[in-house]
């Protein structure tokens, strides 16, 4: 799980710029097969998120009529709504259309949210070690030791569902392994020849640790991050497939909720298989990216 | 020795704080958040008796650090009071449903660890292979499926459309044996077992097996094995010594694994209609039976700390080189 | 005749793409109670020699060719079974990688009566007194018999390494660059623990190091391996007359034996890879002194003394090159000069 090289000792990231490097770490990833699929199906994703509601037949909460003026419950896939109708006579495309956008925000806000959290817990705790750094890996054991999902549900039951709470809870729940990895890397990276000679030129504490540590352990921080986009995605769907998601916002996890719940797994396949494959298809498109990157990070993994 | 037994002892002291921490933080929680359960409980259409039990038992006029100190006694002494709704103590109903989870991890872990670990020998061996690329991908790819849809999908395919296996349950209506084990021994508990055990497999599998396979291309490339067939030892006792060193990382991997299931499986037991604890625990908060949630909540805690320590002291007593570090 | 002998020793690793000869044509004979020491830079083959004797080669190592004679009997190609008999009591090994030789998950005791109980039917306390006695002979104390590998400091465990080899008092032990990874200072002192080892018992052994000064200090004789081939053997003649110019340059990169107040020279550059070997004299592209002849044409081992023989086209012109070799200079003109 180790950068191959250093900031340092590559020269620095400076040398080809953030949005060269952003560039360059897509080709890399783009050369494996996987990272190049999981690439497209996650670009596909995000336009989905962004211009759904814009292509989406109907409203979520709209209820489609049939041809006789009636609700059209239960519909098969069919022209007026091309996958179908639910229980309500909801369309569920505009479900799934709209869900996206549900989606793609927790997940990249919980694992941003997380990622930043983690990887200054870790720094901090790994760079100052003692007593800091001691405390700090006892709160982790505590954080660890509390079942993410029981503890959620208890939360939400008590202070009412909604989408920023479930956004928080996943964000409280990803930080962990963040630290830990960012913590181990960062007690390596200070034994390093360039740090002692960035204390040697009189660098205060703070800026080795922010200037000089922090910019190398920071593609271990995204790896985390994309990381944490799959289990903020799959922690939100099951939060909502257990009921307890925000009532106002249909996510995928919502709507297997509501099919399970309405038995549609009996009778209305077209209600149950499209959230589940999207959820799938979009767990799996951002693990095959972290795939690639993992390796772009550490050929030595191909290894193992 | 002396190593081995202090860091027991600093296992065993990490145990009980983080124990004690997590129940503190349930009972903040209880205590801070908007909605008190107790103000929904109160306010709600319950008898007079029912209000006063439950009011001595949260002892809500005493002091705050009473109740604190009550609350932890109750926790760490199993009394959780008295269900809301099922009139019965709470802790029965937990142990009931601790059990039947139980029913459902343990054959899934054991089948998997099994399996998993046939796999991952294969894959170390056949290491390089276009079919050990391929398997190791779709173990990968396995892993990130969300179980629940594979449930839902598998009760689709060979419970509602082919017929094969029962939509749910852990036993037929009326068909519960007069005990736990009675239960658990019965064909129509295995029927109804197969479908969600098969489920958490193609989940559970894939961490023994990749594993496995990684620890055994590790041991394979160790220098010890050069000298240890230097030295003349039978082909069995190498592999002896090979086989103890891949194994040594499983066994914490498995009593994590057990831990995590016991949260994890929440939503399997709501697809299956599984009446574990994870569902009890869904069951509870719909209901707003808070002792019973609160209980399953903290058995669910406990028992991944449990399967944690057990892990780090399993793993002290055969790696000689962890209680040293 | 010697105790241990290589005849015309090939051998090969597979790779992925074709095979690459490690060791070529090697000859090599260890008389009774000689303590020979194999020298030659990373890679050269030395492990690979150590390893075919043994019978421990990695799955893709394979003897093509030649013969390894222990006691006039050849042992390549014995089964699993008959070789396990000569392992240990006849051979045995004290290995370069003493760090990880160990099983981490087993007590050094343990291991070392693992040994004895493959051989022999010792009851518990002659074990136990064997392996107390083997214990002193390395200078290590009995109380950490029962201690884990990974509690040994990196020279203990070398110690403790060669305590295991000596368990059932071998015929012939075999060290394969024993202080690899060790301070100086303790690697001086093991060196000398093995050297009086051989001295005290009469042991038949061979050193394998790639430290010239180390085989002058211990070693009755030298064999200087170059590229998988040997390239030169004999007594101390060697170090004193040395024939081969990579002798030579050996000779020049350690300070005992340079001169005292010259520069030392060290041989520029690295020998070829395996699978590109060059068709004429395998040292041609480092040699100061190499022709047209040499970049074609292999030379032979030829004797130039008692005992001593060297691969080079020119053994007539020895004592010039011995000269020249001194020379800084020589070394950086490389190949360009002559
Ligand atoms: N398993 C293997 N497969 C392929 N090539 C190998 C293998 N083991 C060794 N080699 C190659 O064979 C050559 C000789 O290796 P060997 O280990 O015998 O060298 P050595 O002289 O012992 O070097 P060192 O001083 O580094 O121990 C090297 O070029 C090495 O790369
Ligand atoms: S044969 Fe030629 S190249 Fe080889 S060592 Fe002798 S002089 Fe040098
Ligand atoms: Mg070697």
Redesign the pocket.
């Known amino acids: 799980m180790t950068p191959a090289h250093t900031v340092a000792e590559r020269g620095g990231t400076g040398r080809r710029g953030v949005l060269g490097t952003i560039g360059h770490t897509l080709r890399v990833i783009m050369r494996y097969p996987t990272g190049a699929f999981g690439l497209f199906l996650l670009a596909l994703v995000v336009i989905v998120a962004l211009i759904g509601p814009l292509i989406s037949p109907y409203g979520p909460f709209d209820v489609v009529q049939t041809a006789q003026g009636r609700i059209a419950r239960l519909v098969p896939p069919s022209s007026v709504a091309l996958l179908g109708t639910t229980n309500q006579g909801n369309d569920v495309l505009s479900q799934l259309l709209y869900g996206t956008r549900v989606a793609l925000m927790v997940g990249v806000i919980s694992a941003i949210g997380s990622v930043v959290l983690g990887t200054l817990i870790g720094l901090v705790s790994g760079y100052f070690g003692g007593k800091v750094d001691e405390a700090i890996m006892r709160f982790t054991d505590v954080a660890f030791g509390i079942p993410f999902l029981p503890f959620a549900l208890i939360v939400i039951s008590v202070a009412g569902p909604s989408l920023p709470l479930v956004i928080l809870l996943v964000t409280l729940f990803l930080w962990r392994t963040t630290s830990r990895v960012i913590r181990a890397q960062v007690l390596t990276l200070k034994t390093r020849p360039f740090v002692w000679a960035a204390r040697a030129a009189g660098a205060s504490e703070w800026r080795i640790l922010f200037v000089h540590i922090a910019p190398n352990v920071l593609p271990l921080s995204f790896l985390y991050m994309a990381i944490g986009v799959q289990g903020g995605v799959m922690l939100e769907a099951a939060l909502s497939f257990l009921g307890f998601g925000d009532p106002n916002v249909v996510s995928w996890g919502s709507m297997l909720n509501q099919s399970f719940r309405a038995g549609a797994m009996r009778s209305a396949w077209w209600w149950v298989i499209p959230p589940g494959v999207a959820l799938s298809l979009f767990v799996i498109s951002v693990f095959m990216v972290t795939r690639a990157y993992e390796e772009l990070l550490n050929p030595r993994l191909r290894e193992t | 020795m002396n190593n081995l037994r202090l860091y027991l002892l600093r296992r065993l002291a990490l145990l009980l704080f983080v124990t004690a921490a997590v129940l503190t933080i349930l009972f903040v929680m209880f205590k801070l958040l908007p909605g008190n359960p107790l103000s929904v409980f109160i306010d709600s259409n319950f008898s007079e008796e029912m209000i006063r039990r439950q009011k001595q038992l949260w002892g809500l006029d005493d002091p705050l650090w009473l109740q604190y100190v009550r609350y932890m006694w109750n926790m760490l002494t199993f009394n959780f009071g008295t269900s809301f709704f099922q009139m019965t103590p709470v802790r029965d109903i937990v142990v009931e449903k601790l059990l039947h989870t139980g029913a459902m991890i343990v054959p899934a872990v054991v089948l998997s660890v099994v399996l998993g670990t046939l796999l991952g020998s294969w894959l170390g061996w056949r290491r390089g292979s276009r079919q050990e690329g391929a398997v190791v991908i779709g173990l990968l790819a396995l892993r990130s499926v969300p179980s629940f849809f594979v449930g839902i999908i598998v009760l689709m395919v060979f419970s509602y459309n082919l017929g094969w296996f029962p939509p749910g349950g852990m036993v037929s209506i009326g068909g519960h044996g007069d005990s736990f084990l009675g239960t658990i021994l019965s064909l129509d508990f295995l029927y109804h077992l197969v479908l969600p055990c098969l489920v958490l497999m193609t989940r559970e599998i894939t961490s023994p097996a990749l594993l496995l396979r990684s620890t055994m291309l590790e041991v394979k490339g160790s220098d010890f094995l050069d000298i240890l067939r230097a030295k003349g030892l039978p082909e069995r006792r190498i592999v002896m010594h090979a086989t103890r060193n891949a194994l040594l990382p499983l066994v914490t991997d498995v009593a994590v694994m057990m831990g995590f299931l016991f949260q994890g499986q929440v939503l399997l037991e709501i697809i299956f209609a599984w009446p574990g604890v994870g569902r009890e625990l869904v069951t509870a908060l719909n209901d707003l039976d808070y002792p019973v949630a609160q209980a399953c909540f903290f058995v669910m805690a406990l028992i991944i700390l449990m399967f944690n320590f057990v892990a780090d002291v399993l793993y002290a007593f055969i790696d000689p080189r962890v209680a040293l570090s | 005749m010697g105790v241990l002998e290589l005849r015309d020793l090939c051998i090969e690793?597979s790779?992925g793409n074709g095979a690459?000869l490690?060791v070529d044509k090697v000859s090599l004979a260890i008389g009774e109670g000689e303590y020979l020491g194999l020298v030659?830079e990373?890679?050269?083959?030395?492990?690979?020699i150590a390893k075919a004797i043994l019978g421990i080669l990695?799955r893709?190592?394979r003897v093509v060719s030649g013969e390894i004679l222990y006691r006039g009997r050849d042992i390549v190609g014995l089964s699993v079974a008959e070789m396990n008999r000569l392992r240990w009591q006849a051979i045995a090994l004290i290995p370069?990688s003493a760090m990880n030789g160990f099983d981490p998950v087993y007590t050094v005791e343990q291991q070392i009566a693992e040994a004895i109980d493959a051989h022999v039917d010792w009851p518990v306390a002659r074990k136990r007194e064997r392996i107390d006695e083997m214990f002193a002979l390395v200078g290590l104390e009995r109380s950490r018999l029962t201690d884990y590998p990974h509690q040994f400091s990196g020279g203990m465990r070398q110690r403790a390494m060669i305590a295991m080899a000596m368990v059932l008092d071998p015929d012939v032990v075999v060290a394969d660059?024993p202080t690899t990874g060790l301070d100086v200072i303790v690697q001086d002192q093991i060196l000398h623990r093995i050297k009086q080892i051989h001295t005290s018992l009469k042991k038949t052994m061979l050193l394998i190091t790639?430290d010239m000064a180390v085989v002058a200090e211990n070693c009755d004789r030298i064999a200087v391996m170059y590229a998988g081939k040997l390239v030169e053997h004999g007594a101390h003649d060697v170090f004193e007359r040395p024939f081969h110019p990579y002798t030579m340059g050996l000779c020049n990169a350690f300070p005992d034996l340079a001169d005292v107040g010259r520069a030392l020279v060290s041989i520029p550059m690295a020998p070829p890879p395996?699978d590109a070997m060059p068709p004429g004299c395998r040292f041609a592209e480092r040699c100061p002194f190499a022709t047209d002849l040499c970049r074609s044409e292999e030379p032979e081992l030829s004797s130039v003394g008692e005992g001593h023989a060297a691969a080079c086209h020119y053994i007539a012109r020895a004592e010039e090159f011995r000269e020249r070799a001194r020379l800084y200079e020589t070394w950086q003109a490389g190949a360009v000069a002559t």
């Open positions: 690793y790779l690459a490690a030659g990373s890679g050269c083959g030395k492990s690979t990695p893709n190592g370069q660059e790639h395996l």
